[in-house]
C-alpha cells in the first residue's frame, strides 16, 4: 500500500490553465505584427515541405499500415500521398512525416520543434471543417505560442530529465489549435488544454528510432481528440497545467509560471523559430557549417589528417555517436556530419541515406574526426580546425550556424528547401504550386484549396 | 539553449524490455495455475460490468460524440451501447465506461486499475480479429502481468509524484496484450512496448474530473496503436523501459528493477486482483465497510451525535472532500462515504448520484463524521465510533474490508454486483446470458460470441 513519500509541491501556481485558455479563445484573429504572421508562414510552408519529403519513409508507411487497420473514414490530406485517412490519422501520419528526416522547425529556446505538433492537428481539422487559411494561421501562432511556453516554463530541468519535449508539450499546443479552429470558449478550451495535459508524448530514449518521429505525430493526435472531446462537453480539471499534481509539476521541477504569461499577446513565441538548412538535430548545424566553411576554404577530403572538434558537452551527448550504421543513426553522429559537410558541401537528406553513411570514404574521413568537449564553447558554437597531411592548420569559428535566428534562412532559401525535399516525392509542378499555396495561405478562403497539391 | 543539469542515472538496468517482451510473447497459453485463470475470469467479468454499467453516463455521451466527428467503421462492440467504432475507439470508450463509476478492479500493491486499459484494448482487438476467448484470457493475464510488474517497479514514487499510474503503466500492458492477440515475435512485442513507453497517460490532478477515466480509455487506445505499428515494422528503442532516459527513470525515481522479472511465469499479478464492492475508491471502503456495520449493529442516523473517524493520511489525502457538491465528488469524500453505508447499508453508484450527494439527511450526516489522522492505522483499515446522542458509543474496527484479498468477494457477489450494474441498461435477459458468456469465455471459439449480448 501507498507511503507517502514527500514530493515537495507549489500550492501557490498562478492559474495558467485558465489564463493560457482565456488567451488561445479570445485573443483577436491576425493580433500580432506582420513579422509575426510571415513567420508563422514560413513555419507552415516548412512543415509542409518537411511532411511531403518523407511522406514515402518507411516509418511513415509502417504507420500507415496501422491506421489503416482501423478502417479509417477519408477525411483528411497525408502530404505527399494519395491516401487519406480520418483527422486523427492524418495528424498523426503528417506529424510523423514531417519530423522524421529531422528537417523540421526549431524553438531554440526549448529546442522544441513546434509545427509538428501543431501544424498536423491543425492543418487535419481545418481542412475537414473547411476553415480558411487566415484561420488555420490564428491557430498556429496560438498553438505554438501554448507549447513554446510551457516549454520554457520547465525547460531545461524537464528535457534533461528525459522528456522529448517537442511531444510532451506538443500535446498542448496541437489541444490549443484545435480549440481555436473549433471555436471553442475559454472554459471548453481549458478543458481541451486539460485533457491533453494528461497526454505527454515522448522520451529522449526513443532518438534514432521511428518513435522520434511518432512523437509529433501522436501529440498531434492527442491534442487533436482532446479538443474535440471538449467540445463535446468532457471535462478535466481547470488547474490540469499547474495544479500540485498537474502537467508542469509532474514533469518537471523546474516551472517558471511567469514564462507562461509573461508578455502574452506581445511576445509571440513563433517568432523565435528557425529553420534547419541540413537535416539533423540542431546541436550538430555548427559542426556541419563548420566543416562546409573549411570546404570552401579549399580543404580537401583527401588532404586531412585529422579534424579537431572542440564543442559543448551537450552535442556529444545527444549526437556523439561515433559509428553509426544507418542513416538515421548518422542524425545522432557529429562526426557524420563533419564528413559529410567536408566531402559533399552540404548535409541534406540525401547526406544522411544509409548508402552514405557507409560509403568508404565518408566513413574514412568521419574515423578522422575528433571530438573534445569544451563546455566554455556555446551549444550554438563549434570550433573546428583542419589538420592537413602537410602539417598546415585550417582553423574555422562558427559562433551562430546558417538557420540560427541570427542568421535565418531567407524566404528563397526555405523555398529551394521545400522544393529539393517534395520535388522527388509529388513533382515538380505540383511542388511550386504547393509553395505558391503556402506563401497565400493566410489569402485562402479554404485550405482545401491546399490538399489536392499536398497529396501531389 | 540546453544545460547539463544533472539528472542521477542507471546505466545498468537489466534488459527488461527484451525480458517482458520475450515471456509475452512465448509463455504458453494457459501457462499458469487454474486459480490464475480462475481469477482472469473474474476480471474480466467485473470489467465488462463496469463498461455496460456506465455505458450511458455523460462522460461515454462526450467522448462517443468526439469519436464519432472521426465516422469510425463499425468495427468493435461498445459495451452496454448500440453504437459500433472502429478498434481505437472502442478500447477508448470501454476503457473510460470501465472506470467511470470507480467500480473496477483494483491491484492493490499498486492502486493500479489493470483491466480498464488491458481488457479495452484487447477486447476491440480480438473482436475485430475474431479470437478465441482463450487466447484474450491469455491476452489479459500477460497485459495484466506487464502493467502491474512496473507498476510494482516504481510503486509508490511513480505514484506519489503524481502520475495516475493506472494509465501511465495501461499504455504498456495494453499494448502487451495486443501483441499477444497479434501473435507478435518477441522482437515487435519489445517494439509495441516501446512505443507505448513513450505514451503515458494520466495525472491524479484529473481526479474528480471525466479525465480521470479517461486515462484508462487513453491508455488502451493508445496500447493498442503501438501493437498495430510494431506489427507493420515500426521500431522503438529496444531498452525503451530501462535505459536511463526511458520510461522508468523518467517517470520515476525509483526502478526496483528485480519488480520485472521475479518469478516471472511463476507469480502472476492477476492473482492479486481485487473488486470493488462499492462505486469509489479503494482507500474509502474500509471506512464505509465499518459504516456498514455499524448499521448492522443497530446503530440508526437519527440516533448519531457524531461519528468519529481514524484513517491513515492518504485515505484524506485521496477522499478529504469535506462538502462534495455531485455524485464525482462524493466518490471522493470519506465523509459522504460514511453517511452512504450508516443510511444505506450500501455505496453501489446509486449512493453516489447527484441527488443522493445533496440530499439533506446525508449532508446532514456527513457533517457529523470528523476526521482524523492516525499513521499507526494501515490504509487498508478504519477505526470509526459512532457517538449517539445517549452518549453510547459504538466501535468497529475493519483490518481489511471486504472485497480486500483478504475477504475477497465471492462469485455470486460478483454476478450480483454485474446485474446490479447492467439489468438497467441492457436489461434482465441481456445481463443474464453477458454474465454467462463472461463466465464461459475461455470455452468460448471467437468472442464475437459476446458482441451482441455485450451491445444490449
Known amino acids: 500500500m501507498a507511503r507517502n513519500t514527500a514530493v515537495p509541491a507549489d500550492h501557490n501556481a498562478p492559474p495558467i490553465t485558465r489564463q493560457l485558455a482565456e488567451f488561445v479563445a479570445s485573443h483577436p484573429s491576425q493580433g500580432w505584427s506582420d513579422e509575426v504572421d510571415r513567420e508563422a508562414v514560413r513555419t507552415f510552408l516548412n512543415w509542409a515541405g518537411c511532411a511531403v519529403g518523407a511522406a514515402r519513409h518507411e516509418a511513415v508507411d509502417a504507420a500507415l499500415a496501422a491506421v489503416q487497420m482501423l478502417e479509417p473514414a477519408p477525411q483528411a490530406t497525408l502530404f505527399g500521398r494519395p491516401e487519406r485517412v480520418d483527422m486523427a490519422g492524418a495528424a498523426l501520419l503528417n506529424g510523423i512525416s514531417s519530423h522524421t528526416f529531422d528537417f523540421d522547425d526549431t524553438h531554440l529556446k526549448t529546442i522544441i520543434h513546434p509545427a509538428g505538433p501543431v501544424a498536423s492537428a491543425a492543418f487535419a481539422l481545418a481542412e475537414h471543417l473547411g476553415r480558411s487559411g487566415r484561420e488555420l494561421l490564428d491557430a498556429l501562432v496560438l498553438g505554438i505560442d501554448v507549447a513554446c511556453r510551457m516549454g520554457n516554463l520547465m525547460y531545461p530541468e524537464h528535457y534533461d530529465r528525459g522528456w522529448h519535449i517537442t511531444g510532451s508539450t506538443g500535446t498542448l499546443g496541437a489541444a490549443a489549435a484545435c480549440a481555436r479552429l473549433l471555436r471553442l470558449d475559454a472554459g ?26 511518432f512523437h509529433p505525430g501522436g501529440a498531434a493526435r492527442a491534442g487533436l481528440l482532446a479538443a474535440l472531446m471538449a467540445q463535446h462537453g468532457f471535462t478535466a480539471s481547470p ?27 506581445q511576445r509571440f513565441e513563433i517568432s523565435f523559430n528557425t529553420y534547419k538548412p541540413f537535416a539533423c538535430g540542431i546541436v550538430i548545424h555548427p559542426s556541419i557549417d563548420a566543416s562546409i566553411q573549411l570546404r570552401e576554404q579549399g580543404v580537401l577530403p583527401e588532404q586531412v589528417e585529422r579534424i579537431e572538434l572542440r564543442v559543448h558537452s551537450l552535442v556529444l551527448e545527444l549526437t556523439g555517436k561515433k559509428t553509426p550504421t544507418d542513416g538515421l543513426q548518422g542524425k545522432f553522429s557529429v562526426y557524420h556530419g563533419c564528413a559529410a559537410g567536408l566531402i559533399f558541401g552540404r548535409a541534406a537528406e540525401a547526406e544522411f541515406a544509409d548508402e552514405i553513411v557507409r560509403r568508404p570514404d565518408v566513413v574514412a574521413l568521419r574515423d578522422k574526426v575528433t571530438a573534445m568537449v569544451d563546455d566554455r564553447i556555446d551549444e550554438a558554437s563549434a570550433d573546428v580546425t583542419a589538420v592537413l597531411s602537410d602539417g598546415r592548420r ?63
Chains 1, 2 share one sequence.
Not at 499547474?242 to 502574452?264: F, H, I, M
Not at 546558417?402 to 516525392?425: N, T, Y
Request: one cysteine or more; hydrophobic letters at 45%; charged letters at 20%.
Open 188 to 213: 471548453q478550451t481549458a478543458m481541451a488544454l486539460g485533457i491533453a495535459a494528461s497526454q505527454p508524448v515522448g522520451l529522449r530514449e526513443q532518438f534514432g528510432t521511428m518513435t522520434k518521429p
Open 394 to 456: 585550417v582553423h574555422v569559428f562558427v559562433e551562430h550556424a546558417i538557420g540560427s535566428l541570427q542568421r535565418p534562412m531567407s524566404d528563397e532559401a526555405l523555398d529551394a528547401k521545400f522544393f529539393q525535399q517534395s520535388a522527388p516525392v509529388i513533382g515538380d509542378a505540383a511542388s511550386r504550386a504547393l509553395i505558391d499555396g503556402c506563401r497565400r495561405l493566410a489569402m485562402l478562403a479554404d485550405v482545401r484549396e491546399l490538399s489536392r497539391l499536398a497529396a501531389g
Open 239 to 265: 488547474r490540469a497545467l499547474e495544479a500540485p499534481r498537474g502537467y508542469a509539476q509532474v514533469l518537471s521541477t523546474k516551472c517558471a509560471w511567469n514564462e507562461a504569461t509573461d508578455e502574452l499577446g
